[in-house]
C-alpha cells in the first residue's frame, strides 16, 4: 500500500478520489492551504501555501505518489485581470513549488500525476465533420489556452529526473456533488431547460467515477506517462445534453429556453467563451493505453447520477 499526497484534494475530484484511495487501502496526505483536521485514521491534512512558497516538506518526502489538483476555479468568478492571474498562478506556482521541492531533497515520489484541461485546445475547426483534437495539436491562443501551457510547463522541471509524469487535460467533469452538472440543473427546478448560444456547441465530458479511476489507474500502471485526454467517447452537444437532463429531470413538464449568446457575452463576459464554445476532443490515446471508461455514454452517465434508486 502506498501514501498518496493530493494537492487540492479538498475540491470536487478530490474528494471522491481521497475515498476510493482509502478505500483500496492507502494513506492519504491531502496538501491544502488551510489547517484542517481529519476524522478518517487514513487521511491526513498538510499545509502549504504555492504563494509564499510554504510547504509542508516532510509531507512530500512520505509520499510514493503525487495527485496535483490544485488550482483556482476556473469558472467560479468573473474574469477580471486580477482573476485571470489568479487562475494561471494557483497552477503554476503551485507546480513550480512541487517541482522545486522534489529536486531539492531526495525522496521516494514514483509518480506525479497532474491535472491539465481540455481549455488546451480551441475551437473545433470549422470544416464539416471536424476531426477530434488530440494530444498532439497545438495549444489555443486564448487565455485557457496559454494558461494550460503554463500550467503543463510548470512540471517540466521533472523530465530529467526518476519521477514519472501523467498529466490528464480534463473535460468537463459531471459529478452530482458540483461542477458544470449542478449548474445545468439549476433552471431545471423552475422548470426551463437553458440551451446556451445555439446549443450546438460540443461538450467534452468524463463521469467522475471515470476521473477516479484515471488517477488510480496511472499509480498502480507504470506504463502510463506523458499527456492524455481525460475525456469519454461521446461528446454531446450543449443542447442535446440540457434535453436529456430535462427529460430525465422532468419528463415533459419543462421548457426549452435559448439564452442568447450575446445575453451570456453581458452576464459572463470573458468567460462566455468556454460556455459558447465546441470543442470535440479525442480519447483515442486512452483506449490505446487500455482504459476501459465505466460510462462511456452519457445516457449511462446521467442514469447513473440522475436516477434515483
Ligand atoms: N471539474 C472539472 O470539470 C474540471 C475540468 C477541467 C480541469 N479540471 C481541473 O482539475 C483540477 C481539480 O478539479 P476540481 O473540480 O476538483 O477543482 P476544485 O473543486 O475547484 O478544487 C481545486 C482545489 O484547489 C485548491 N485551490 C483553490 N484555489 C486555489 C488557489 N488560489 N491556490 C492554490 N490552490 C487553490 C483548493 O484546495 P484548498 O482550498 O484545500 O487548498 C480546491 O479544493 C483543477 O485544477 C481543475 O482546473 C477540472
Known amino acids: 500500500m502506498s501514501t498518496i499526497l493530493i494537492t487540492g484534494g479538498t475540491g470536487l475530484i478530490g474528494k471522491p478520489l481521497s475515498k476510493e484511495l482509502v478505500a483500496q487501502g492507502h494513506e492519504v496526505i491531502i496538501l491544502t492551504r488551510e489547517k484542517k483536521t481529519s476524522t478518517d485514521s487514513r487521511t491526513r491534512f498538510a499545509e502549504w501555501d504555492p504563494m509564499t512558497g510554504k510547504i509542508d516538506l516532510e509531507a512530500i518526502l512520505a509520499a510514493d505518489y503525487i495527485i496535483h489538483l490544485a488550482g483556482a476555479g476556473v469558472a467560479e468568478k ?114 426551463l431547460a437553458t440551451i446556451l448560444g445555439s446549443g450546438r456547441q460540443v461538450i467534452s465530458w468524463i463521469h467522475i467515477d471515470d476521473m477516479v479511476r484515471l488517477y488510480t489507474t496511472a499509480i498502480t500502471d507504470a506504463s502510463i506517462h506523458g499527456v492524455f485526454n481525460a475525456v469519454a467517447p461521446a461528446p454531446i452537444s450543449n443542447k442535446d445534453l440540457l434535453l436529456k437532463l430535462a427529460k430525465l429531470e422532468r419528463k415533459n413538464s419543462f421548457i426549452p429556453i435559448h439564452v442568447p449568446a450575446f445575453a451570456l457575452k453581458i452576464a459572463m463576459g470573458e468567460m462566455s467563451t468556454e460556455v459558447l464554445k465546441s470543442t470535440t476532443v479525442s480519447c483515442d490515446k486512452l483506449h490505446i493505453s487500455g482504459y476501459t471508461f465505466l460510462y462511456p455514454t452519457i445516457d449511462a452517465t446521467l442514469k447513473n447520477l440522475l436516477e434515483k434508486p
Request: charged residues 30%; hydrophobic residues 40%.
Open 78 to 191: 468573473r474574469w477580471s485581470k486580477k482573476r485571470k492571474q489568479e487562475i494561471v498562478d494557483s497552477r503554476v506556482k503551485s507546480g513550480e513549488l512541487l517541482v522545486k521541492t522534489l529536486k531539492a531533497h531526495p525522496n521516494k515520489v514514483k509518480a506525479l500525476i497532474s491535472a491539465s484541461a481540455i481549455g488546451w485546445y480551441g475551437l473545433d475547426p470549422r470544416v464539416p465533420n471536424p476531426r477530434p483534437f488530440t494530444e498532439d495539436d497545438p495549444a489555443a491562443d486564448d487565455f485557457l489556452g496559454q494558461a494550460c501551457v503554463a500550467w503543463e510547463h510548470s512540471l517540466d522541471g521533472l523530465d530529467n529526473t526518476a519521477t514519472r509524469l501523467v498529466i490528464y487535460r480534463t473535460g468537463i467533469v459531471l459529478s452530482t456533488e458540483g461542477g458544470a452538472l449542478k449548474e445545468f440543473m439549476k433552471p431545471l427546478r423552475f422548470g
